[in-house]
């Protein structure tokens, strides 16, 4: 007798996995938001003119992209709490993932900022915009522009990392899944409606930033 | 009666080195309000560097610039010199305007963006004043139909020409064009070379480093010759041109000729 799928109580569930899928799109919002500030800082400082800021970005990209984004999670979780820093779940997990899509922004940051031409600086320069007006007026828009395509695909794997939550008992989409498996015994549907689910949410951000992309002048 | 009118611009034994190779020993120039003076010679003899001195886009060891009487890039007290702050540097480079070889438009505004940014953030105009400024400028170029193209929808004359305007909009006392048509396709050298002109039959003071011969003689009123780091030989464009008298002027112009 071969497996045969039925998908009825997935159907019933269907609120818990969307209310899952809210959730987790809620959490890589809000790491992105803190990790694109965190890696703005970060690739600022790896082409700055401070040799200790240099050094402080170059670090920081190199541990934590060298750390499973699980041991982050864990970590941040069960370890600080021994040091009296206490946060709730869903904090300490965006603060995790901000600091580790932080990193991978630092280097995405970083390789825009270098793409930024130095005539175009200089024309700021020679019209008497003061360094600060440079970047912001004119670096970081040529910047982003440049680390959009990149800064889409960091976004995306990031909505993907949100599954992590799962393993601190954060009732995402995979934790819901998990739970659904675990009580209907439907393995088969219960993983491949949660799989459809993921892979349409990452095509709708994906056409998202594509319009986006769109929007901007070419160059 | 001798009316002594104070030069516009002031370069006094300015020198200037890149690590151990002396770029610049000890020039002297003035330039006159609504005066056009180019500088010739071959690459590596300084001209540009001398350029980017004036627009404190380089830092240079001694001597000094003086523009309109005000000490450029450094405060001399005494005998010890410091480099200004940044906020005051970028308040000196808005008196000069600058315009690059290779136009350096900013690529995410517009034309009248690029014009607009320094007239906002600069001098501080509101939005509506800016834009007409941009519009008005555009116009003399000869592109009012592009105010609203980006820079990679125009051709390497039209950006040129941009930039030109960009430079302009400021108001600045002193134009610096820094070997405008060199990365121009011949046709669209001709454009841009007839903007200049009529700036300077305006009566701008335009100081500009150049490959075109026929144009330095044309639009300048005086032609410098630059040699090795310094000012080799200068005067009117007939002279430079018809009677050079150091030999090494003479083999330039011939080199440039063929």
Same mark, same amino acid.
């Given at each position: 007798?071969?497996?045969?799928?039925?998908?009825?109580?997935?159907?019933?569930?269907?609120?818990?996995?969307? *209310?899952? /899928?809210?959730?987790?799109?809620?959490? @890589?919002?809000?790491? =992105?938001?803190?990790?694109?500030? %965190?890696?703005? $800082?970060?690739?600022?400082?790896?082409?700055?003119? *401070?040799? /200790?800021?240099?050094?402080?970005?170059? @670090?920081?990209?190199? =541990?934590?992209?060298?750390?499973? %984004?699980?041991? $982050?999670?864990?970590?941040?979780?069960?370890?600080?709490?021994?040091y009296g820093i206490r946060l709730d779940k869903v904090q300490s997990f965006v603060a995790s993932l901000a600091i580790y899509a932080g990193a991978y922004l630092t280097e995405v940051f970083r390789a825009g900022l270098v793409s930024v031409p130095k005539g175009v600086v200089e024309a700021g320069r020679a019209i008497g915009l003061t360094r600060f007006q440079i970047s912001l007026y004119v670096v970081m828009p040529i910047m982003l522009r440049n680390a959009l395509p990149a800064l889409g695909s960091t976004f995306i794997s990031l909505f993907k990392d949100t599954s992590i939550a799962a393993a601190i008992a954060i009732p995402e989409l995979t934790f819901q899944a998990r739970k659904i498996n675990v009580e209907s015994f439907r393995?088969?549907?219960?993983?491949?409606?949660?799989?459809?689910?993921?892979?349409?949410?990452?095509?709708?951000?994906?056409?998202?930033?594509r319009s986006l992309e769109r929007r901007f002048p070419k160059f | 009666m001798e009316l002594h009118v104070r030069p516009l611009l002031q370069i006094q034994t300015l020198h200037k080195r890149f690590h151990d190779v002396e770029v610049l020993k000890g020039v002297n120039l003035e330039v006159r309000e609504r005066e056009v003076v180019s500088i010739i010679g071959s690459s590596g003899s300084g001209k540009t560097t001398l350029l980017r001195c004036v627009n404190l886009l380089e830092e240079f060891d001694s001597g000094q610039i003086l523009l309109d009487g005000e000490s450029?890039?450094?405060?001399?007290?005494?005998?010890?010199?410091?480099?200004?702050?940044?906020?005051?540097?970028?308040?000196?480079?808005?008196?000069?305007?600058?315009?690059?070889?290779?136009?350096?438009?900013?690529?995410?505004?517009?034309?009248?963006?690029?014009?607009?940014?320094?007239?906002?953030?600069?001098?501080?105009?509101?939005?509506?004043?800016?834009?007409?400024?941009a519009e008005k400028w555009l116009g003399r170029v000869g592109l009012s139909?592009?105010?609203?193209?980006?820079?990679?929808?125009?051709?390497?004359?039209q950006q040129q020409r941009v930039a030109i305007a960009r430079?302009?909009?400021?108001?600045?006392?002193?134009?610096?064009?820094?070997?405008?048509?060199?990365?121009?396709?011949?046709?669209?050298?001709q454009e841009v070379l007839l903007t200049v002109k009529s700036l300077a039959e305006e009566g701008s003071t335009l100081l500009i480093v150049t490959h075109e011969m026929r144009f330095a003689r044309d639009v300048s009123h005086r032609v410098v010759f630059m040699e090795q780091g310094q000012i080799a030989e200068q005067g009117p464009p007939a002279e430079i041109f018809g009677n050079p008298k150091s030999p090494r002027l003479a083999e330039f112009l011939r080199s440039a000729r063929s």
């Open positions: 007798m071969g497996y045969t799928l039925n998908f009825a109580v997935i159907w019933a569930n269907l609120d818990k996995l969307l *209310s899952g /899928l809210a959730l987790g799109l809620g959490l @890589a919002l809000g790491a =992105v938001a803190m990790g694109t500030v %965190i890696g703005l $800082i970060g690739g600022f400082a790896s082409v700055g003119p *401070s040799k /200790l800021g240099r050094r402080i970005a170059g @670090a920081y990209v190199t =541990v934590i992209r060298n750390l499973p %984004i699980l041991v $982050i999670v864990l970590l941040a979780y069960f370890a600080l709490p021994e393995v088969v549907e219960t993983w491949i409606v949660a799989s459809g689910l993921y892979i349409a949410t990452c095509l709708v951000i994906a056409a998202g930033l | 450029i890039g450094y405060r001399i007290g005494g005998d010890r010199r410091r480099r200004l702050s940044d906020r005051a540097l970028s308040r000196q480079r808005s008196m000069t305007g600058m315009v690059f070889q290779s136009f350096n438009l900013f690529p995410h505004l517009t034309a009248a963006g690029n014009i607009m940014l320094g007239l906002r953030k600069v001098r501080r105009l509101p939005k509506d004043e800016a834009r007409s400024i139909q592009r105010a609203d193209h980006y820079p990679s929808q125009l051709s390497g004359g430079a302009l909009a400021m108001n600045p006392k002193l134009v610096l064009l820094d070997e405008i048509t060199s990365a121009l396709d011949p046709e669209l050298v």
